[in-house]
């Protein structure tokens, strides 16, 4: 396809360069003429069979009605389509805390797909990756960004006309910078900075600075959220308790001088406030709460807060909590969620679920700005381009008044990624497996415990009832069919992650019931099914871990910087190393060089002795070290 543009398109001429591979077109001056005209109000993309117009109002609304332009000219019909922004800021929050800091690379083909998608915001979550000058051990070693990598990002999203917003923390969750011996002066608990000490606002400053140098946007995600240890260790050793609603607010006041002095514009996470000021020791999403004026006088002035939930698939809630916020002098920035996090896999049912009611209930009360928040929760053992069909929902939320059309929605997916949607979905089902309810509202995340649970300790057997060892290593191996045809049928970094997803399932499915084999035959001292499964099951299984192990290796080291994949190698070693040792005391046993085995003795029981929620998921717990022992993996 070969494009012609006339008109208001100087500034755009870099961007529409990047996205000519993606869209499969050319441009220059031959092809079908296309008017390009800068107006305030709706984007429109149209062609009357002859010639096509694209007006926009802002850059990133070019860009997606490039997108559609694109995609509606290949039907070979005449189109005219309009559309309304809902929002003036929506976008994402990337998880480059958790291990896997996303390399340039994947940043800007990231970039690429949000531009048409019409997404305007980036965020990357930076506790401590990205490097603070004077201040070497902050991100040692954990593949920290360097000011000119921030600069390029930058640099590469404006063309799109997406701002990088800096997304730090300058209270809590700092475990990974403040655990060195350079923070011991400035550290109230293990994760909490020291209020009131003057280091700790040097430190910030530090931080802040830092930052926001290599980006054009003046605003600044300050974080503070969970905090839970403020004012509660060193801090309290040195002034007695204080009541720590008043710490925060001297907190919060003084960071608020740092960013107005740098001529900053902060957000920051509601949820402490909520935390701190209910006297029942409710949680954050308690809707008796509410906020009197004379609370509200004494909070700071000058930062806007960001009403962060992923849970609730009620638009009620939402909107009743939208109000809350609204309790505290401002609309607030909504962020919900991509659940790419608690397991190996993305769970797309849930990430639909609550973000539908989520982003109707922010359109119902005129919320301007949403983003959709993608942590990486232990490890990020889940690919960040697995965030891909969730940011497509949020742009459509974001040029749709309405529900969302799920048809548009995949086609404009496909354009936008050059991917098939239905491809992608298929990462779900490595967690709504059989045993699930539809959409695994409760996190079921087979893709890992079954993955990582020992074969002789069998912490999560107990909920693997005969139904399931019926089904569950079928639809593994069903499902690792449909993702390697997937891959073959496409190239690339998503090639890899098809790639990976199917080599894991591969694995589960063959690992999935070892554990509750192993355990009945040696109860019924059945020594010729235990010599069986030691020297021709096990064996078959190892390698197969090793090549989901390879697989994700090479999706990894593709997208993310080379630090933190070590936590993960080790983890899929500690596999691979204990199904060896299940051999070996396996055989030990049948050849009579140990009287018992002691771990197959010990009787099962539930990992959740009471777990509200047990019918609608297999099991469910997010933690690798929870998962492949009882006794202490890592502590003193």
């Avoid at 797909?113 to 980036?122: R, V």
Wanted: hydrophobic share 40%; with cysteine; net charge negative.
């Amino acid at each position: 396809m070969k494009l012609q543009f006339i008109g208001s398109v100087e500034q755009l001429l870099p961007g529409i360069q990047e996205l000519q591979s993606l869209l499969n077109m050319e441009t220059g001056t031959e092809g079908t003429l296309v008017r390009v005209e800068q107006e305030e109000g709706p984007l429109r993309a149209a062609w009357d069979g002859t010639e096509g117009v694209i007006r926009y109002e802002a850059d990133i609304h070019f860009f997606r009605a490039l997108g559609l332009f694109v995609e509606q000219l290949r039907k070979g019909q005449p189109f005219d389509f309009t559309e309304h922004p809902q929002f003036t800021y929506n976008g994402t929050m990337i998880d480059a805390s958790r291990n896997a800091v996303p390399n340039v690379h994947m940043m800007k083909q990231t970039l690429r797909s949000m531009a048409l998608m019409g997404l305007n915001g980036a965020m990357l979550y930076t506790e401590d990756t990205y490097e603070v000058p004077g201040r070497p051990y902050f991100g040692y070693m954990r593949g920290r960004y360097s000011a000119e990598e921030l600069y390029e990002i930058d640099q590469y999203a404006a063309m799109f006309g997406i701002e990088v917003v800096a997304c730090i923390q300058t209270l809590g969750h700092l475990a990974q910078a403040l655990k060195w011996d350079y923070a011991n002066e400035m550290k109230d608990t293990e994760d909490v900075l020291l209020v009131g000490e003057e280091e700790t606002y040097r430190f910030i400053e530090d931080m802040v600075v830092a930052a926001t140098k290599s980006l054009r946007s003046k605003r600044i995600h300050i974080g503070m959220d969970e905090a839970f240890g403020l004012g509660l260790g060193k801090y309290m050793h040195k002034h007695g308790f204080r009541e720590r609603f008043d710490i925060m607010n001297e907190h919060l006041a003084r960071v608020l001088e740092i960013t107005g002095k740098h001529g900053l514009t902060p957000m920051m996470w509601s949820d402490m406030y909520f935390h701190l000021l209910m006297k029942n020791g409710g949680h954050y999403y308690d809707l008796d709460i509410n906020f009197t004026n004379e609370v509200v006088d004494q909070i700071p002035k000058g930062v806007q807060f960001v009403y962060w939930d992923y849970y609730h698939d009620d638009q009620g809630f939402y909107e009743e909590f939208i109000e809350k916020h609204r309790q505290l002098g401002s609309d607030p920035v909504f962020a919900g969620g991509v659940w790419v996090w608690g397991a190996m896999s993305p769970n797309y049912g849930k990430t639909w679920q609550n973000t539908n009611p989520a982003l109707l209930a922010c359109k119902s009360k005129g919320i301007q700005e949403v983003f959709a928040t993608a942590w990486g929760d232990n490890g990020q053992e889940t690919n960040h381009m697995t965030i891909l069909p969730g940011l497509q929902l949020f742009a459509e939320h974001g040029y749709t008044e309405g529900e969302v059309d799920e048809v548009k929605l995949k086609e404009r997916f496909q354009l936008c990624t050059g991917q098939s949607f239905d491809d992608y979905w298929q990462l779900t089902y490595l967690d709504e497996t059989p045993g699930v309810t539809e959409n695994n509202m409760h996190g079921s995340n087979g893709s890992k415990f079954l993955l990582f649970q020992d074969a002789l300790l069998g912490l999560f057997d107990i909920y693997l009832t005969e139904e399931l060892e019926a089904k569950l290593p079928k639809h593994y191996k069903e499902l690792a069919q449909r993702l390697a045809a997937a891959r073959d049928n496409t190239t690339g970094d998503h090639a890899l992650v098809f790639d990976m997803y199917a080599k894991l399932s591969a694995a589960v499915g063959a690992k999935s019931m070892l554990g509750v084999q192993v355990t009945r035959a040696y109860r019924n001292g059945d020594k010729e099914e235990l010599r069986r499964i030691a020297t021709e099951v096990i064996p078959t299984i190892r390698p197969l871990v090793d090549e989901a192990r390879k697989a994700h290796r090479a999706l990894w080291m593709a997208t993310s910087k080379p630090f933190g994949w070590e936590v993960i190698d080790s983890r899929y070693g500690t596999v691979m190393a204990r199904l060896q040792s299940a051999e070996e005391r396996i055989l030990d046993f049948v050849d009579e060089r140990v009287a018992c085995l002691e771990e197959l003795e010990q009787e099962r029981l539930p990992f959740y002795s009471d777990d509200p929620v047990g019918e609608h998921r297999v099991a469910h717990q997010p933690f690798f070290h929870r998962i492949v022992t009882g006794t202490v993996f890592s502590a003193i």
